[in-house]
């Protein structure tokens, strides 16, 4: 009689659920303190660093998942509103929610902390053609202010993740407070100037090299 040592759907699943725990418990620790040790994911996840191990063989690359996530978060939101015919409509919607799902406190607190892979670099290169295609439709509908780039996004998502009290619920009121306020600024119905030249890609990409 032989034994069938084939995970099933339940490893499987077991597995997955054990997996979203710790990369719960490591988004926690990591935007707490980036320079926190592996050790203290485990605590969090409660889970044995042999485990965690298994799973990421470093602290480089439980970062890099964390940020591949949040980029695909970006990703997908940036495509669902492309498909939305308003585009005013579509870009502040998208900018809402990609503040709600909180991808750029990644941005802010693991910028430079890990060694990027081709693949995130090639996401990253997307995510800016996508965004810079929802600027250029906004600003052709003559709903956003002309002198605004797609880099100037990155930013305002980055002010709005930089909000951040112990209490979640107040934490992303104030966010989609001050996202409202940033959107008022966005818009064409002004004839001043914004100061400065704008941000370029290489201003903001140095921040991912280790």
């Given at each position: ?33 980036p ?37 695909r ?34 941005t ?42 797609a ?46 030249p ?10 991912w090299?280790?």
């Amino acid at each position: 009689m032989t034994t069938d040592t084939t995970p099933g759907p339940g490893r499987r699943g077991q597995a997955a659920r054990n997996d979203a725990v710790i990369l719960d418990a490591a988004r926690e620790v990591f935007l707490a303190d980036p320079k926190a040790p592996v050790s203290a994911v485990a605590k969090r996840a409660e889970v044995g660093i042999s485990a965690l191990y298994r799973r990421y063989p470093s602290k480089d690359d439980l970062l890099r998942t964390l940020c591949e996530n949040g980029l695909r978060t970006y990703l997908a939101e940036a495509e669902a509103a492309l498909a939305e015919p308003d585009a005013w409509a579509a870009l502040t919607g998208f900018l809402t929610r990609v503040v709600d799902a909180d991808v750029h406190s990644l941005t802010v607190r693991l910028a430079g902390r890990f060694t990027p892979t081709e693949q995130l670099g090639a996401d990253a290169r997307r995510a800016g053609e996508l965004a810079g295609r929802l600027v250029d439709r906004a600003r052709r509908d003559g709903r956003l202010r002309p002198d605004v780039v797609a880099q100037d996004l990155g930013l305002v998502l980055e002010g709005c993740a930089a909000i951040r009290l112990p209490d979640p619920d107040r934490t992303g009121q104030l966010r989609r407070r001050y996202l409202g306020l940033l959107l008022a600024g966005l818009a064409a119905d002004t004839t001043d100037r914004l100061p400065g030249p704008p941000p370029n890609p290489d201003e903001l990409n140095w921040r991912w090299r280790r």
